[in-house]
């Protein structure tokens, strides 16, 4: 052990190793975050200052765009900034704290989804005992108790992660820092890690899965006891992209965190993260606001108040001129 190198930083995967390619995916990743951060600030923005929308629905779907909106700031503008620039280095303070905002906003995001789909299924199939059952403030204990054991389970796995030395080598196979890239760096022994992060991701992963699947055949059941159509097909068109977006985060993520350590680093596996650490951000505020015609009436009225005060505002300067 005395010979082996500790390393104090690591080194993270770039997006390709042609000068012109690295310029061309960190500008189309940067263009898919501005336009997610854009898409998920509108939709705080929106269900926050329109009264209508101050509903159990739209205040989880509120808590949901602020979460994606940070998930995808952690990853992101590092990697593309890093592509930019040629610089793949990243502290080992650094990488911990990528670490565990990565676990802790998955982990809030995916619970989240799952408060969503029970929500839905309460105002679909017991719509007598909605306002009863998500009133205010079992919205509010539902997300404190993602959030809370969120701290606990990114918590959990980080600590116990970095508890190990780093000696192998330096080079994570992946554009921002997970915990299966890292345990293969690691000269100790990794099989009780391994055990734990399969564990407590097959856990709540299946959990919220199983409970979501639950929740929308209910749903399903109930949609098709409706007896205009046109109403069927507006509660599958809202259902099943959010079906597909889950999918698409549980498969990926699945995939990556639970296949054996000798089989990571691949090209397959960066694609993969992206399907888990960007995409679902990116595809939420498509699902919930552009298909969503309370929301883009919203946007309307509130595009129409902002330009009349503008109105306003100019008048008022060109009398005083």
Same mark, same amino acid.
Request: hydrophobic share 50%.
């Given at each position: 052990?005395? $010979? ?56 989880? /779907? ?16 590092? %990697? ?6 040629? $610089? ?23 619970? /989240? ?21 998500? $009133? ?14 969120? /701290?606990? !389970? ?28 890292? /345990? ?12 734990? @992060? ?58 990556? !965190? ?8 691949? @090209? ?23 298909? $969503?015609?309370?929301? +883009? ?12 005060? %503008? ?6 300067? +060109?009398?005083?001129?």
């Amino acid at each position: 052990m005395s $010979n082996l190198t500790i390393f104090t930083e690591f080194l993270l995967m770039g997006f390709s190793d042609i000068r012109e390619l690295q310029i061309m995916y960190a500008l189309l990743f940067l263009l898919i975050y501005l336009a997610t951060l854009m898409g998920n600030l509108l939709i705080v923005v929106v269900t926050t200052l329109d009264r209508s929308l101050h509903t159990p629905m739209y205040f989880f /779907l509120r808590i949901l765009s602020i979460v994606d909106a940070c998930y995808i700031s952690v990853t992101v503008p590092k %990697a593309s900034v890093n592509s930019l620039v040629s $610089n793949r280095a990243i502290s080992i303070t650094g990488c911990a704290a990528q670490v565990f905002l990565v676990l802790f906003l998955a982990y809030v995001e995916f619970t /989240l989804l799952t408060v969503m789909a029970r929500d839905r299924y309460v105002a679909l199939c017991h719509p007598l005992h909605y306002p009863m059952t998500m $009133n205010p403030q079992v919205c509010m204990q539902l997300t404190l108790a993602c959030l809370l054991t969120g /701290l606990l !389970y990114a918590g959990f796995n980080t600590g116990y992660t970095f508890r190990l030395p780093f000696c192998q080598s330096n080079e994570i196979h992946q554009f921002f820092c997970d915990i299966p890239s890292l /345990l293969t760096l690691s000269c100790a022994e990794t099989f009780s890690n391994k055990i734990c @992060i399969g564990a407590s991701v097959l856990g709540v992963g299946a959990g919220c899965f199983a409970f979501i699947t639950a929740s929308y055949v209910h749903i399903f059941s109930a949609v098709f006891k409706f007896p205009v159509k046109a109403d069927q097909r507006k509660a599958f068109s809202t259902c099943v992209p959010h079906i597909i977006v889950v999918s698409l985060f549980v498969v990926s993520g699945f995939y990556v !965190y639970l296949q054996p350590s000798s089989h990571s680093g691949s @090209i397959k596996d960066l694609v993969l993260s992206v399907a888990y650490s960007i995409i679902p951000p990116f595809l939420n505020p498509i699902i919930y606001s552009l298909r $969503n015609k309370q929301i +883009k009436e919203a946007v309307r009225i509130q595009i129409n108040e902002a330009a009349k005060i %503008a109105m306003k505002r100019m008048l008022l300067l +060109k009398n005083k001129a």
